[in-house]
């Protein structure tokens, strides 16, 4: 299956992605062109239905920016070469919801890779379960972004993809 292949007849296909907290993941993604909805929440992949972590659900067009866009997003918005203490709680992934799509997944992978100088610990996971976060947390940054939490660690996401993806912006952030 090639990357272009990846779509289908309403244009919004969706991917799950984890690795740091889900605010900031989903700050992120709900920054960019072609992202129609972002779900906050927990993820736990299909191996282990009580393995959550922190993830978002991001449905897209592929026709307004690409999956490999938003994976290159992904793994330049978190630490996705570095297995820390808090991995198990913000586990590095990338959630597939099609079988299909794993094949894809793990081209654009490889061809990401070389753009780091180490390794990814990024896993592609199917998808097995999601749990919401709580209502209070939706939106979190886009909500408030003069909190301190914002402040410190999410802006500094935002200002990074204003100056290497600014093409993909959209005109919220």
């Known amino acids: 299956m090639l990357i272009s292949d990846y779509?289908?007849?309403e244009n919004v296909y969706k991917v799950g992605f984890g690795g740091?907290?889900?605010w900031c993941t989903e700050a992120v993604f709900m920054s960019l062109n072609?992202?129609?909805?972002?779900?906050?929440?927990?993820?736990?992949p299909t191996k282990n239905l009580i393995d959550f972590s922190e993830a978002v659900i991001v449905h897209f067009n592929p026709n307004v920016i690409?999956?490999?866009d938003l994976v290159a997003i992904h793994l330049d918005t978190h630490r996705s070469t570095k297995n820390h203490s808090m991995r198990a709680k913000y586990r590095s992934a990338i959630y597939y919801?099609?079988?299909?799509?794993?094949?894809v997944l793990q081209h654009i992978m490889k061809e990401i890779q070389?753009?780091?100088k180490s390794p990814l610990v990024?896993?592609?996971?199917?998808?097995?379960?999601?749990k919401p976060s709580e209502e209070?947390?939706?939106?979190y940054y886009f909500n408030d972004t003069e909190k301190p939490f914002c402040k410190t660690h999410i802006s500094p996401k935002i200002k990074m993809l204003k100056e290497k993806y600014a093409k993909h912006l959209s005109t919220i952030v």
């Open 34 to 44: 072609g992202v129609k909805k972002v779900e906050q929440g927990f993820i736990a």
């Open 7 to 9: 779509k289908n007849m």
């Open 20 to 22: 740091g907290c889900h």
């Open 114 to 116: 070389q753009d780091f």
């Open 97 to 103: 919801f099609e079988q299909a799509n794993k094949v």
């Open 136 to 139: 209070r947390f939706q939106n």
């Open 66 to 68: 690409t999956l490999k």
């Open 122 to 130: 990024t896993k592609i996971l199917p998808f097995g379960v999601f």
